[in-house]
């Protein structure tokens, strides 16, 4: 099992920026990829941005050059650093976590980010 907990979510302007955090616990020696994935009311859960183990990234075409993404293994947390904050960001941001164990995903609970026109 996997448990994840994210914080850093918050109320910001248009234009901010605010930097969420995930940290994993339990058996962190099988995940390989982790990722930020939102969603927004009356909208359907998006992937944000990933990353595996390796350190390789991918993004929504939404935030690409606005928001980064990085990882520490050995603290098993994962970040995402977001800029040039819009309303359209708007959202309660979910960490997830994905096994090696039969490709077994893990959500945190959810962090809400509001951004204000």
């Known amino acids: 099992q996997v448990q994840l907990v994210e914080s850093g979510g918050g109320v910001v302007q248009a234009g901010g920026s605010l930097r969420l955090s995930c940290a994993a616990s339990?058996?962190?020696?099988?995940?390989?990829?982790m990722g930020w994935y939102r969603q927004a009311p009356g909208k359907q859960r998006e992937m944000v941005a990933v990353?595996?183990?390796?350190?390789?990234?991918n993004y929504a075409d939404s935030v690409k050059g606005r928001f980064t993404i990085s990882r520490d293994n050995a603290k098993s947390t994962v970040f995402l650093q977001m800029n040039s904050l819009k309303p359209e960001d708007t959202a309660v941001y979910y960490c997830?976590?994905?096994?090696?164990?039969?490709?077994?995903?893990?959500w945190g609970q959810g962090t809400q980010v509001t951004v204000s026109s």
């Open positions: 997830k976590a994905l096994s090696v164990v039969a490709d077994t995903a893990y």
């Open positions: 339990g058996t962190i020696f099988s995940i390989n990829a």
């Open positions: 990353i595996n183990r390796g350190g390789s990234t």
